[in-house]
């Protein structure tokens, strides 16, 4: 059996509390297991940063990850930072055994105490510090030759002045840790960093920074993952109607066994188009019904990202459909930049998708009624209509 065939089963074992008495076993990410433990979705010496649309399950997958090469030497370590509550704030910290030392050393730098045996940090800590101190420790100190992965977990940019931040930690940290791993190559190890985020927004920066950083995709669930959740789940719902809703989204279906599914598509699904569009229903809705009906047939109906003048120009559409993320850029990836397979469905288009189905039937029956206040089985009649 091969290293990534022992990490596979391991990852098959671990579970997930997913809502209080209701655990989940990791479903089926594969393909995507075998790209991160073949070093496909990152390069020693680069940020990464790995956008998918929210709730795709970015951050769970890390956190199996770490769990099923515990232990298991395969030469790679993945230390996961991660900020729960506050941008740029880190509250926990997972660094593996054989990088315990790493942490015990910069800890006095940054005047924070640990558990050490969970790893956790015991009060906030800035993470643009200890992600630079992190790697400058390791590349100069770090006696040992190591393949080391650095996971900043679920970083914001849902707003212009987070994104600006987000911008300049990368301006900053991409020089260092180039420098940092030419220092540690040189004893037969390596350093990366990824960067997980949500946030579609990130897309506007996407060729401002353009060569200091990578860029990679993770999508939603395939369509066997998502039937085998919703048995572990124990929902009741037609499979064909879910994949038709969510698209394979972990959090959706989650929210659906919470929330119910009416319930779920008029809070999450309804109302965030409400809110988003509501001025524009207000002030010019013929255009908006215009605009809907056409992205509900096609997505790339949103205006291009091209330009670098673009992606700064007022365009109110992909603005708000980003920041409430009802949509995503995926334009300029090619297969060597996607760690996940996408499904050819009508809601991904060439250069941009909506981030679960639900949208895309919810716009278009919104367009053909003429008002943004449609009910949840005016969408699920859309759908079962043309399944």
């Known amino acids: 059996m091969s290293a990534i065939d022992i990490v596979l089963k391991r990852l098959r074992e671990y579970s997930i509390e997913v809502l209080p008495d209701i655990t989940v076993r990791f479903v089926d990410r594969d393909y995507e297991v075998e790209n991160v433990l073949e070093k496909k979705v990152f390069t020693p010496g680069w940020i990464t940063v ?38 740029w704030r880190a509250e926990k910290i ?32 800035d993470i643009t510090k ?22 900043l977990d679920e970083v914001k940019v849902d707003s212009d002045t987070r994104l600006a931040e987000f911008r300049g930690w990368i301006e900053s940290m991409a020089n260092d840790l180039l420098v940092d791993n030419t220092e540690y190559r040189r004893r037969g190890g390596s350093i990366a960093v990824i960067a997980l985020t949500s946030d579609a927004l990130v897309a506007k920066i996407r060729y401002v920074i353009g060569s200091k950083v990578e860029w990679n995709l993770m999508w939603n669930l395939p369509r066997s993952a998502l039937e085998n959740l919703a048995d572990q789940l ?4 037609d499979k064909e109607l879910l994949w038709k809703l969510t698209g394979g989204n972990p959090r ?15 809070n ?36 291009e990202l091209s330009s670098v003048k673009g ?28 760690i996940s397979r996408l499904p050819k469905e009508p809601w991904i288009g060439k250069y941009y998708a909506f981030q679960i189905p639900a949208y895309m039937y919810a716009v278009r029956v919104m367009a053909r009624k003429r008002t943004l206040k449609i009910t949840p089985y005016d969408i699920i009649n859309e759908i079962t209509n043309h399944i």
């Open 234 to 237: 124990k929902l009741r719902e």
């Open 268 to 303: 999450e699904v309804v109302e965030t188009i409400r809110l988003t569009f509501d001025i524009e229903a207000r002030n010019d809705p013929e255009n908006l019904w215009k605009v809907f009906l056409a992205i509900s047939e096609n997505p790339d109906e949103l205006p």
């Open 130 to 151: 200890l992600i630079g101190l992190l790697v400058g420790h390791i590349a100069h100190s770090f006696k040992e030759a190591r393949d080391v992965l650095v996971v």
């Open 50 to 87: 790995l956008y998918g649309p929210k709730g795709c399950g970015k951050s769970t997958l890390f956190n199996a990850l770490k769990y099923a090469i515990k232990d298991f030497d395969i030469n790679l370590d993945i230390i996961v930072v991660s900020s729960e509550r506050e941008a």
């Open 252 to 266: 959706a279906l989650i929210s659906i066994k919470r929330e119910g599914l009416r319930e779920w598509i008029m």
């Open 94 to 125: 997972y660094v593996p055994k054989k990088l315990k030392g790493v942490l015990e050393d910069i800890r006095s730098l940054l005047k924070f105490s640990y558990n050490p045996i969970k790893g956790d940090i015991i009060g906030f800590v």
């Open 311 to 338: 992606l700064y120009e007022d365009d109110r559409w992909r603005d708000k459909a980003f920041k409430t993320n009802i949509f995503i850029y995926i334009g300029g990836l090619s297969t060597d930049n996607t």
